[in-house]
């Protein structure tokens, strides 16, 4: 069932416990807007707040989960860094928490936040063509999403220095590999594969799997506290001059 929050860029819909949230922006690979961190932050927020809602799940469209921020938005958010704390304020947080499960379903690529957000999902399907990339640092950039401190956690110091400082891409299999992705599928079952695993977990009781996944968790203030770090420093970096001239090379490149 459509959900009234739906827009035409970030699609959302009810179903036997299940909202899925899929960012549907084909012709910029699901480029994300502030817009669409807007409409999915609304829509984390009022999961939430939902008992019917037990599980999310993010979604893409072929070959596209998300290319990562418009870096048009970005463009001009390093004209004007104070507009980058609306979306961020509201997106990144509502994701660390978010008391519902949430599940992604991951199809070609997905760079920058639309691969650190997965650091916040409970379990991630991928499909064999997917690729996950943050190429911060060659924007002059850094990390977001608490990514700097679940990253490490998550795949260890090693390969997340590879992934978030580094910036080489890592495969659906290498990210398996590294506890980043729970199962790696043939690209046209990758929707149907997470929505399994969404009723699977829909149809568990509702209070035990609130409170086990909590203690699995944790409180979420370390999460947003790094949030917030990574927030002040990342508008610091988009002022910088190694930022506005990697951007600019960026934007002579596509020209």
């Known amino acids: 069932m459509a959900n009234p929050l739906s827009t035409d860029h970030i699609l959302i ?13 084909p012709d910029k690979k699901n480029a994300l807007t502030q817009a669409m961190y807007d409409t999915m ?32 938005d970005f463009l001009t958010m390093a004209l004007s860094p104070e507009n980058l704390a609306r979306p961020v304020r509201d997106f990144l947080p509502a994701l660390a928490i978010c008391p519902k499960p949430m599940v992604a379903a ?13 650091f916040h999902c409970d379990h991630v399907v991928a499909s ?11 924007l002059g950039l850094l990390p977001e999403a608490a990514s700097s401190l679940l990253g490490p956690r998550v795949m260890g110091h090693a390969r997340a220095f590879e992934l978030l400082v580094m910036g080489r891409p890592c495969s ?3 990210a398996k590999e590294a506890g980043l992705v729970n199962a790696v599928v043939a690209p046209g079952d990758v929707d149907a594969v997470a929505m399994k695993a969404a009723r699977d977990i829909a149809a568990l009781p509702t209070g035990a799997v609130t409170i086990a996944r909590k203690l699995l968790r944790g409180e979420p203030d370390e999460v947003l506290a790094r949030i917030d770090k990574e927030n002040v420093l990342f508008a610091e970096r988009l002022r910088s001059s190694e930022a506005r001239q990697a951007f600019e090379a960026f934007f002579s490149r596509k020209k």
Request: aromatic share 6%; proline share 3%; no cysteine.
């Open 106 to 118: 991951v199809s070609g690529v997905a760079v920058g936040i639309g691969t650190t957000m997965l």
């Open 172 to 174: 659906a299999a290498q």
């Open 13 to 25: 819909t009810d179903e036997a416990g299940i909202r899925t949230i899929r960012m549907n922006r």
């Open 128 to 138: 064999s063509d997917a690729t996950f990339s943050t190429p911060f640092a060659s």
């Open 41 to 72: 932050a609304a829509a984390l927020d009022d999961a939430g707040r939902n008992d019917a809602v037990r599980v999310v799940v993010f979604a893409g469209v072929p070959g596209a989960f998300s290319a990562g921020n418009d870096l048009q």
